[in-house]
């Protein structure tokens, strides 16, 4: 049993603690909070233990009533691993703490490489992971362009990948983001840390990433052109990429045509929190002209990196191998999105008739 804290229960930090509780080789033995607002009532209902990530902030935890199992050392003190999913930036800031404490520890794609030692993810670098004391899951973006290209140059090679990034401006709950009314390169300059994030995961793949911010919440969009190494036949990449267990092809014809859709239908598939894990690429944009490759692909940027997290933990603190550990996975959180609508199975229910 690999035990497991989450030291900031926040937008990542609340959807990996539900994760790694759902895990049966995993206990959660707690979350922290840096204050005692509305999320720690989240917690509370879900039965987890609640620790204050700031030693010194336990008064303010007492003054509204929270009760704490303890502060973020105690925290250390009881797990295995440690999964960081504090502010941008803050991480680094904890990782002493974490070295202090001996305790393992999994960082988020807001710090920089160098936080870790080693980048993660589980379709491109599982094994460098495997026993190391720190790790860092990529970006959300990061993730999904590596998940996608990772297949595409296994098959076929890539001579270079060039993608447009349009990211969400923030979280839906995050009041104070924007922009609110303008696209706003971001950053102006090429490449975005996207490209050179890929590469610590695909180091041989050549890839510019450029990135824009746009005005909406709820997923992030990317516009692909991959130059392939050999002539690609879209039906066959259609195949391919509908074959890798965390990329779902949006269905022609299912009237799925943007991020708003593409969230309800995930609530309507009773996700939680309406969580879209996978990529989303959409299946009628997958068109070829020559060796050049070109699709849409939407991200969530609040659950993508969810499963990633659960499979950096068994690679830093088990011997289970990266096939076995996906399916683990994907099997406890119900990753793999399937679309009847796409295999011509949806179930009609007869309406009854008129008197
Ligand atoms: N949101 C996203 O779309 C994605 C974010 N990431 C990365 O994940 C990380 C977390 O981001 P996100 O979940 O959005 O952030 P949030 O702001 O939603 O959550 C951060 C959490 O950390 C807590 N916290 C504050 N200070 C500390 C501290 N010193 N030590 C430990 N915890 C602290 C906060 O507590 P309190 O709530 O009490 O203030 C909060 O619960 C970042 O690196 C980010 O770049 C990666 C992929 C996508
Ligand atoms: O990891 C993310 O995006 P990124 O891959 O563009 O860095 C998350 O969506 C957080 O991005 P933010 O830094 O805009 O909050």
Redesign the pocket.
């Known amino acids: 049993m690999i035990r497991v804290g989450v030291?900031?229960?926040?937008?990542?930090?609340k959807r990996v603690a539900d994760a790694v509780a759902a895990q049966a080789d995993m206990e959660l033995v707690g979350v922290?909070?840096?204050?005692?607002?509305y999320?720690v009532e989240a917690a509370a209902r879900r039965g987890y233990d609640l620790y204050a990530?700031?030693e010194d902030r336990t008064d303010e935890f007492a003054a509204a009533g929270v009760d704490l199992a303890g502060a973020?050392g105690d925290l250390l003190d009881a797990v295995d691993v440690v999964v960081?999913?504090?502010?941008?930036g803050?991480?680094e800031?904890?990782a002493p703490v974490y070295e202090a404490h001996d305790t393992k520890a999994v960082?988020?794609?807001?710090?920089d490489a160098a936080v870790a030692d080693a980048s993660f993810n589980a379709r491109g670098r599982f094994e460098a992971a495997r026993g190391a004391d720190s790790v860092r899951v990529v970006?959300?973006n990061t993730t999904a362009l590596s998940r996608l290209l990772a297949p595409l140059d296994e098959t076929y090679g890539v001579e270079k990948a060039r993608v447009t990034l349009v990211r969400r401006g923030g979280?839906p709950?995050e009041t104070d983001r924007g922009p609110i009314n303008d696209i706003v390169p971001d950053p102006a300059t090429v490449p975005s840390h996207h490209g050179p994030d890929v590469n610590e995961i695909l180091p041989d793949v050549t890839v510019d990433t450029a990135a824009l911010k746009a005005p909406v919440t709820g997923m992030h969009t990317h516009s692909v052109n991959v130059t392939l190494e050999t002539d690609p036949d879209p039906a066959a990449v259609r195949d391919l990429l509908a074959d890798e267990s965390r990329i779902f092809l949006v269905p022609e014809g299912a009237g799925i045509d943007g991020a708003g859709a593409l969230k309800e239908y995930a609530a309507d598939a009773g996700r939680p929190r309406g969580d879209l894990w996978e990529n989303c690429v959409w299946e009628e944009s997958i068109s070829v002209t020559g060796r050049d490759l070109y699709l849409f692909q939407n991200v969530h940027?609040?659950a993508d990196?969810v499963p990633e997290n659960v499979d950096a933990i068994r690679a830093m603190a088990s011997d289970v191998d990266a096939a076995e550990s996906v399916a683990r996975t994907n099997e406890t959180l119900g990753v793999g999105l399937d679309s009847r609508l796409a295999d011509g199975e949806l179930v009609r229910t007869e309406l009854p008739a008129d008197d």
């Open positions: 030291n900031g229960y926040g937008t990542i930090g922290t909070k840096a204050s005692p607002d999320g990530a700031v973020i960081d999913c504090a502010p941008s803050v991480g800031r904890n960082f988020q794609g807001g710090e970006s959300c979280d709950n940027q609040e990196v």
